[in-house]
């Protein structure tokens, strides 16, 4: 009798959670058969996207998406405001979010500007992109992997590395200088997650409607921020030697978090190489290279009054270092917007929630004088090597 009540009961909870379901199912569904264009005069038109597009040796190859809310096709391509010939790959109709590849014969000049514009049918409305000089672009091969993975060594391993070389000096300052070193990691880290944010949103802009840009900011940004906070509060309550391995535990979110952010800088860097923009490039690895050095005093500040062994610091160092390499290669060789705006919002949460666990470990240190010179002077410190990337 006791069972059968139970079984009676867990039925109607699960009929008090589906219900609602339901009926918000039979909600969108009137509302979706309300007729709103009529009632606005206005009728749903078709959205495209130019994504990927490629030089090759007397062609222009690029996707299109449909990103609006009805079938939309391809009726028309236009270089520099010219009609030209095109093939479809696997042809000219798009579904929604469906994509083609559309392939231009064409001879174009190398360092001249480039304008496609595509009129889409039903309703004849015309979408463009321009790439503003004109190269070949690098294909995947093993030696354009290796270039861009030397770039990415130059750019995020070798500085990292280079801030660990002051490891063994830092541990012999004393308490107040530690306090500014700690400030000091905190202005960088701040610094870092708010230009990921600021990268993000603005990469975010370029993103079709469709696929909630902003949206996909926040939900990376606080996603992983919740999910270290909530991380690390568990490994904390289930530590016995709790401050010794909560300090290593810091050191290396703060390598991951730098990592993240790393890998958005060769993102940067391999887009900028594949557009052709040379000098850009060069700009950002010169300009990147010292931005960087300052990444590996973040990561052992935490640590500098515990013994750290060489594997330890060298761990640390490449998952901080490595991730600019495979942003290189993502930039270079597959150029998607969504990526980027995915990884520096997961990088920009990871740096902030480092800042958060560093604050409350050091809360009275980081609110000396020496704490808050330190925050002050990192942030100016990264604002001034930024303006090298700038430049």
Known sequence: MLEESKRKGNIRTLAGVLLPIALLGVVIAISGSLGLAGLTGQFSTEEISIERMTLERNAIVFDVRNVGPVDASIETVFVNDAIWTFQAQPGPRLARFATSKVIVPYQWVEGEPLTIAILTGPSNLRFSKTIEIATLTPQPSLSGLVDLAKIGTIVGIIPVFLGLLWFPFLRRIGSRWMNYLLGFTVGLLVFLGVESIAEAIGTAGNLPKAFGGFGLVATGLAGTFLVLAIINNRAIGMRKEKDRTLLFTIAYLVSLGIGLHNLG??????????????????????????????????????????PASVRRLGAMGLIAGIPTIFGAWIGGFIQLDIM????????????????????????????????????????????????????
């Open 340 to 391: 980027a705006v995915l990884f520096l919002s997961i990088g920009a949460g990871a740096i902030l929630e480092v800042v958060y666990e560093i604050s409350r470990q050091a809360r009275s240190g980081l609110s000396s004088l020496h704490g808050y010179s330190g925050i002050i002077t990192g942030l100016i410190f990264m604002y001034v090597t930024a303006l090298l990337v700038a430049a």
């Open 265 to 306: 800088e060769g993102l940067a860097i391999g887009g900028a190489i594949a557009l052709g923009s040379i000098t850009l490039g060069t700009q950002l690895i010169l300009g990147f290279t010292i931005h960087n050095t300052t990444e590996g005093l973040a990561i052992v500040s935490p640590i500098i009054r515990e």
